[in-house]
């Protein structure tokens, strides 16, 4: 299976910061940098959404309600992607998952993320 791994999650206090990593299978190695990559999370009993992503060239978008307090990023050489993550918020507590955006391979265990006082 073509399966990102996601590490970095774990509990904060709200105005807490976190740093997610993704490390790209085996299988896509040779073509990782030519990749659109996604973060994606999945609240419970929400829907999974699309937070941030970043192209091959580096250009990144957000969705709205991480716009100024994620960055995402990524180190082609390392075949890894990051979500650095300030200013939490409880409404950002979810499982957090990294996917390729254009053609989405099967999804990986994702890392869980809780802010909570």
């Known amino acids: 299976q073509v399966q990102f791994v996601e590490s970095g999650g774990g509990s904060v206090q709200p105005g807490g910061s976190l740093r997610l990593s993704c490390a790209a299978p085996r299988a896509i190695l040779s073509t990782y940098s030519n990749l659109h990559i996604g973060w994606y999370r999945q609240a419970p009993g929400k829907q999974r959404e699309l937070v941030a992503s970043i192209s091959p060239y580096h250009i990144t978008t957000y969705t709205d309600s991480v716009k100024g307090r994620f960055t995402i990023s990524r180190e082609d050489g390392k075949k890894r992607t990051y979500l650095q993550m300030n200013s939490l918020k409880t409404e950002d507590t979810a499982v957090y998952y990294c996917?390729?955006?254009?053609?989405?391979?099967?999804w990986g265990p994702g890392t869980q993320v809780t802010v909570s006082s």
């Open positions: 996917n390729d955006v254009q053609t989405p391979g099967s």
